[in-house]
């Protein structure tokens, strides 16, 4: 069991929405299109469901996005939707590109965590990353901001999240020095 867990703040989750909301945008402009060109009436109706879905979607999303911690996973559920519409459809390239956009989404934008044990240190990202504690010439919490200076040079500084339960920085820092000198 990890003696601190620090949860870093993801700068770049705006971004991703962003990127997401556009996806998903084209998705149901590529629908609309099918649903006024085409003439297969299954087709039309698959596309007519795909929109409904991208609408829905997106009033949830704009309902629960202040209110929900959970509102990302709106965004799983239309992918997943769109890939399963898609394969109705028969165009599997686009499923398979649904597939993958609702992976790196996932992988995106998921809780940055950082676990210090009494042997190592694990970056819970993709893949999972373990550090011993014998690479690491520092480690410092100060001002919500996390610094692990490497021995190979490399350093990694990142803000901290606000949390329930926040790290106490005395514990945290006397508990890596520790670390740090029995490792020496």
Same mark, same amino acid.
């Given at each position: 069991?990890p003696?601190?867990?620090?949860?870093?703040? @993801?700068?770049? !989750?705006?971004?991703?929405?962003?990127?997401?909301?556009?996806?998903?945008?084209?998705?149901?402009?590529i629908?609309?299109?099918? *649903?006024?060109?085409?003439?297969?009436?299954?087709?039309?109706?698959?596309?007519?469901?795909? =929109?409904?879905?991208?609408?829905?979607?997106?009033?949830?999303?704009?309902?629960?996005?202040?209110?929900? +911690?959970?509102?990302?996973?709106?965004?799983?559920?239309?992918?997943?939707?769109l890939?399963?519409?898609? =394969?109705? !459809?028969?165009?599997?390239?686009?499923?398979?590109?649904q597939?993958v956009?609702?992976?790196?989404?996932?992988?995106?934008?998921?809780?940055?965590?950082?676990?210090?044990?009494?042997?190592? !240190?694990?970056?819970?990202?993709? +893949?999972?990353?373990?550090?011993?504690?014998?690479? =690491?010439?520092?480690?410092?919490?100060?001002?919500?901001?996390?610094?692990?200076?490497?021995? @190979? @040079?490399?350093?990694?500084?990142?803000? !901290?999240?606000?949390?329930?339960?926040?790290?106490?920085e005395?514990?945290?820092?006397?508990? *890596?020095?520790?670390?740090?000198?029995?490792?020496?």
């Amino acid at each position: 069991m990890p003696k601190f867990e620090i949860v870093l703040k @993801n700068e770049k !989750i705006k971004l991703y929405n962003r990127i997401s909301f556009l996806a998903i945008t084209i998705n149901g402009l590529i629908f609309l299109y099918f *649903c006024f060109a085409s003439s297969y009436k299954q087709i039309i109706l698959l596309s007519a469901a795909g =929109v409904l879905i991208i609408l829905s979607g997106f009033f949830l999303i704009y309902k629960f996005y202040k209110t929900k +911690p959970k509102w990302k996973v709106v965004y799983i559920i239309i992918f997943d939707l769109l890939m399963v519409i898609w =394969v109705l !459809i028969g165009n599997y390239w686009a499923a398979g590109t649904q597939l993958v956009l609702s992976f790196l989404f996932q992988v995106a934008t998921r809780k940055l965590l950082v676990s210090f044990f009494e042997n190592r !240190i694990i970056f819970h990202s993709f +893949p999972e990353r373990t550090i011993q504690w014998s690479g =690491v010439n520092n480690v410092i919490l100060k001002d919500d901001l996390l610094t692990i200076d490497f021995k @190979n @040079n490399k350093i990694i500084q990142q803000l !901290i999240k606000e949390t329930d339960e926040p790290v106490n920085e005395k514990e945290f820092n006397d508990f *890596c020095k520790e670390r740090l000198k029995s490792e020496a």
